[in-house]
């Protein structure tokens, strides 16, 4: 599996995230209590930008209409049918990697 170099461990803090690009795909990069976890940027309901949305512990909730997702699994706690993509992650020598899939 290859993966991609979305920068350092620090630029991400606990709670936060940051949107990359991966094969073209925006996707968001969350740092859960130090883990780092990736789903596709782009909210199924009406395309609103998950990564500019508020985290509370595993969820993501869309900064435009509040459609959430947990960012472990990509699935809506609220709707088990809204799933967005998720990614591979992994971290080496200060660095977060996403897998391009």
């Known amino acids: 599996m ?3 170099d979305v920068g ?11 949107i990359v690009e991966v094969n073209g795909e ?3 990069v969350f740092n859960v209590e130090g883990k780092f976890y990736a789903i596709n940027n782009t909210c199924i309901h009406r395309g609103g930008p998950l990564g500019e949305g508020s985290l509370d512990g595993e969820v993501v ?3 435009w209409h509040g459609w959430q997702y947990n960012v472990k699994t990509g699935v809506s706690p609220v709707n088990p ?3 967005v993509k998720i990614y591979k ?3 080496e020598n200060g660095k977060v990697f996403v897998a391009k899939e």
């Open 8 to 18: 350092n461990v620090a630029e991400i803090q606990a709670g936060q995230a940051k």
């Open 81 to 83: 049918t809204a799933k």
């Open 2 to 4: 290859e993966f991609v």
């Open 61 to 63: 909730t869309c900064p």
């Open 89 to 91: 992650t992994k971290v």
């Open 26 to 28: 925006p996707v968001a």
